[in-house]
C-alpha cells in the first residue's frame, strides 16, 4: 500500500541556533540531508555576523519547523519553480 504525504516545513539547528528550514515528507529524509559531508562543507562556508554556520565538530538537529519558521520558508519559496532537491531558506543573517 502507498503512502501519499503532506510536505511538511522542518528546520536544522546547527549548535542549538534555528538556522535553516526546509521541505521535505519525512523527517528521515531531512536527517539523511544533514548527513552528507557535502552540506556540512557548505554550510562552513558561509558566515553569520562573522562566524561560520557550522565547523566539524557542529552539532546538527532535525526538528518540525515552528509555524513563524515555517511561515517564512514558505513565503521566501512561494514563487520558486518546483524541484526534487531541497530548497534552503536561511533563518539566520547571511553576511554577503
Known amino acids: 500500500m502507498g503512502h501519499d504525504f503532506s510536505l511538511c516545513v522542518f528546520t536544522i539547528e546547527i549548535n542549538g541556533t534555528p538556522t535553516v528550514a526546509l521541505q521535505a515528507k519525512r523527517h528521515h529524509e531531512v536527517e539523511q540531508f544533514c548527513e552528507q559531508d557535502r552540506l556540512r562543507a557548505d ?8 562566524v561560520p554556520l557550522c565547523d566539524a565538530n557542529a552539532d546538527m538537529k532535525v526538528r518540525l519547523a515552528t509555524l513563524t519558521e515555517a511561515d517564512l520558508y514558505r513565503k521566501a519559496t512561494k514563487s520558486n519553480p518546483p524541484s526534487d532537491k531541497f530548497a534552503v531558506v536561511y533563518l539566520v543573517h547571511i553576511d554577503r
Open 43 to 50: 554550510f562552513s562556508t558561509f558566515t553569520s555576523h562573522g
